[in-house]
């Protein structure tokens, strides 16, 4: 087995602005394994607020021992192994599984998928995503959506309202709301969860800070849309912790360190009764195919990394009627 990596500046189309930060471009690491004349291919998207970088990344990956992956692979025991080598660093953990999920994919000679049991006729839509922008600019967006049939939008600021209100006079499409731990009185966003409601929003992420359980499971108890955690959320043990204080979770490849760790969460969330929504950062096609191979088995998607950069490396892949469409390639399906 051979590992090896490349950094790359991954550039957003817009500055992308979200409650607490501000940024335009995203450090990705391309990960490449290979085995028996099959190449399998993994990416890393590090965006600055969850701490990894290319330097903990390059660290990480020199500590990694590739022979280490044998095949048939034991993703439990390769996971293990990862979070042996050092604790957190999911995104670069994530990349290497993504890899390693591409080349098993490609050496059984199957889809991903497949392999994981999603059905593709059960893909959720995937939401497009503005950030909190000038009313000009967010009508601007709102005009680039690519066929995408719910729009993302990022609160959590004073002006949430007027936001929403800009939103619905250019698009009657229902709404994901984000508001990125950002809402602090419990009143106020018990009664911003209600227009919402009047306004067709479907969901609203991460209401609260992460840290407040008793603000978010009181909004929970009383909303009439879905609460789900997204910061809050990050790898396996968090999902049985957003019992009760959360009507769903939002999965991200990069929080839980890839593939098999985010199906692992999707099985628990499921037997706890737990909603699903799974997610993405700034990512390429790579990991956008890694966590469609996923989605059928959640009840939402937001993975429009690929309509929200301007550089991707990789083709864009199918897109019909607001979804991802599996094909049936082995591997995630990446084209070159
Ligand atoms: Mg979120």
């Not at 991200?252 to 692992?264: C, D, E, I, N, V």
Request: hydrophobic content about 40%.
């Amino acid at each position: 087995m051979i590992l090896t990596y490349q950094p790359f500046e991954l550039l957003l189309k817009h500055t992308f602005t979200i409650a607490k930060f501000s940024r335009t471009s995203t450090p990705v690491m391309l990960i490449k394994v290979e085995h028996e004349g099959q190449t399998g291919f993994g990416e890393a998207s590090m965006v600055p607020y969850m701490g990894e970088s290319f330097q903990t990344a390059t660290d990480f990956l020199a500590k990694v021992d590739a022979r280490q992956f044998q095949y048939p692979f034991d993703f439990e025991a390769i996971i293990s192994y990862l979070d042996s080598i050092a604790p957190g660093n999911p995104a670069i953990k994530a990349g290497i599984d993504i890899a390693l999920h591409d080349l098993d994919g490609k050496l059984q000679q199957k889809p991903c998928w497949q392999i994981l049991g999603s059905d593709p006729a059960k893909m959720p839509e995937t939401s497009f995503t503005i950030g909190i922008d000038t009313a000009e600019v967010i009508i601007q967006k709102v005009k680039e959506n690519p066929d995408c049939k719910i729009i993302k939008v990022k609160l959590g600021r004073d002006s949430d309202r007027e936001l929403i209100k800009t939103i619905r006079s250019v698009t009657n499409l229902p709404l994901f709301v984000d508001a990125n731990q950002g809402w602090t009185d419990l009143q106020q966003s018990l009664d911003i969860c209600h227009w919402l409601h009047e306004q067709g929003v479907l969901l609203i992420e991460q209401p609260m800070l992460k840290t407040d359980i008793d603000s978010n499971a009181w909004l929970t108890e009383r909303s009439p849309i879905p609460i789900i955690g997204d910061e809050a959320v990050q790898r396996l043990p968090d999902v049985a912790r957003a019992k009760g204080v959360y009507h769903g979770i939002n999965i991200k490849l990069m929080k839980s360190a890839g593939m098999y760790g985010a199906h692992q969460m999707i099985l628990k969330a499921k037997e706890l009764g737990l909603k699903l929504m799974i997610g993405c950062m700034s990512e390429t096609s790579c990991a956008t195919l890694a966590a469609a191979a996923l989605a059928p088995q959640c009840d939402w998607a937001d993975l429009d990394g690929p309509f929200l950069t301007s550089n991707n490396p990789y083709k864009m892949p199918e897109f019909r009627d607001g979804k991802w469409v599996l094909g049936n390639e082995a591997g995630l399906g990446i084209r070159h």
